[in-house]
């Protein structure tokens, strides 16, 4: 799952730093200019439609086709990190194979994901922020509790 909502930390916000872990190694990845994170989310963009194209038509022949091609995505992923990293700190991809878990390669791109893309993530994080306030405050439909006193009986005189 792509979870935007862990906490990147501002000392890698300000210090414009991904944290990538593969294997037991954590490499440092410089964030992307403006203009690199344009070029970088337009090839992710391809990426995912061309990946999705494929699970539609996967998904209309059989599941055992839509599975295969499904674990196949880790070449994608590692292409994708690849792109993002202009300044040549991660290992080949001969090297993150030898090295890196295939779930820490979705774990990777979401985290240059988010450094691609913060003003999303902020928006996101606010969002749920919100929703997360709306759904703890009490329910608006309880009854009023009485303020007057007891009623007294009221006897003919």
Do not use: C
């Not at 699970?55 to 990190?81: C, F, K, P, S, Y």
């Not at 993150?96 to 999303?120: C, G, K, M, S, T």
Request: hydrophobic share 40%.
């Amino acid at each position: 799952m792509l979870n935007v909502f862990s906490d990147r930390p501002a000392e890698d916000i300000l210090g414009r730093v991904v944290h990538i872990r593969l294997g037991t190694q954590i490499f440092d990845v410089p964030v992307l200019t403006i203009a690199g994170n344009k070029r970088w989310k337009a090839e992710l963009d391809t990426t995912l439609t061309g990946l999705l194209n494929n699970v539609e038509n996967a998904a209309e022949n059989d599941t055992t086709t839509l599975m295969a091609m499904l674990g196949r995505q880790g070449d994608e992923l590692i292409t994708l990190l690849l792109s993002y990293d202009t300044s040549h700190v991660l290992p080949t991809r001969e090297g993150i194979e030898e090295i890196a878990y295939e779930d820490q390669l979705l774990a990777a791109v979401r985290e240059v994901w988010r450094a691609a893309n913060p003003f999303v993530v902020g928006a996101l994080e606010a969002a749920a922020e919100v929703i997360r306030a709306t759904a703890s405050s009490e329910p608006t439909s309880t009854p009023r509790p009485r303020t007057a006193g007891r009623r007294r009986n009221s006897k003919p005189t």
